[in-house]
């Protein structure tokens, strides 16, 4: 089956660093996103991943190893707005977004 | 970023009533979108995907005559929830996929339509 994991929750101190991983087993890769989503709103899209590498835009970054079946989002210099669900989603070898349940970032001033 | 909108961002009605809930995308033509739910504190769940001039693909386990979707256009498409019962209740969202984007084509998430049924 398919399967996407990644942390429930995590807990942060403002400015600091942190890393939020996830591990997939699909049926075929055709590129990993990362959105986040604060409480009550919808998604929207922070990056996307379709080769192996870092890809770095402002105080997110969001890395991919196809081999592992793995990425993780780094996020830097943490603000308090940054508390949010940070969902990980694969798209598989039908184009179909698989979900993570998302990570609950907790930002601690 | 492309812009999707929805609406509306709430409704309440009473039970056995039927809710529509519109999807566009304002300034990219969307050939494919999605309608998704979500219960609190749960992660997205694809109800159907939808294709612009023809019938819509349902997941499994999705009532596909109680959650009616028209994609009429490609910048509209349409859920109805029919005859809606207190366990519809949810959070409605909606995503558009831009057909020119190429390789690293994204979908776009509308707000979202929050759903109580009485």
């Known amino acids: 089956g398919q399967n996407i994991d990644q942390p429930t929750e995590m807990t942060a101190t403002e400015g600091a660093i942190v890393q939020i991983n996830c591990t997939y087993q699909t049926s075929g890769f055709n590129g990993l996103f990362w959105y986040q989503q604060h409480a009550a709103e919808a998604p929207t899209f922070l990056s996307y991943?379709?080769l192996d590498g870092l890809e770095e835009k402002g105080r997110f970054s969001s890395f991919l190893s196809r081999s592992k079946g793995y990425s993780y989002l780094l996020l830097k210099e943490l603000q308090m707005k940054d508390s949010a669900s940070y969902l990980c989603a694969v798209r598989d070898s039908n184009y179909q977004l698989i979900w993570g349940a998302g990570t609950k970032l907790i930002i601690k001033p | 970023g492309a812009v999707v909108s929805q609406h509306p961002s709430r409704v309440i009605c009473k039970s056995g009533t039927s809710v529509k809930i519109e999807c566009r995308s304002l300034?990219?033509?969307?050939?494919?979108m999605f309608w998704y739910r979500q219960f609190p504190k749960q992660s997205l769940m694809l109800m159907a995907t939808?294709?612009?001039?023809?019938?819509?693909?349902?997941e499994q386990g999705v009532e596909k005559d109680k959650f009616l979707i028209n994609h009429a256009s490609l910048t509209l498409s349409t859920l109805t929830v029919t005859s809606a019962h207190p366990e519809d209740s949810s959070f409605y969202i909606c995503?558009?996929?831009?057909?020119?984007?190429?390789?690293?084509?994204?979908?776009?998430f509308g707000p979202g339509t929050r759903l109580l049924v009485l």
């Open positions: 991943n379709v």
């Open positions: 939808s294709n612009e001039g023809s019938k819509a693909t349902y």
């Open positions: 300034d990219f033509q969307a050939t494919t």
């Open positions: 995503s558009a996929r831009d057909r020119l984007a190429g390789g690293r084509e994204t979908q776009y």
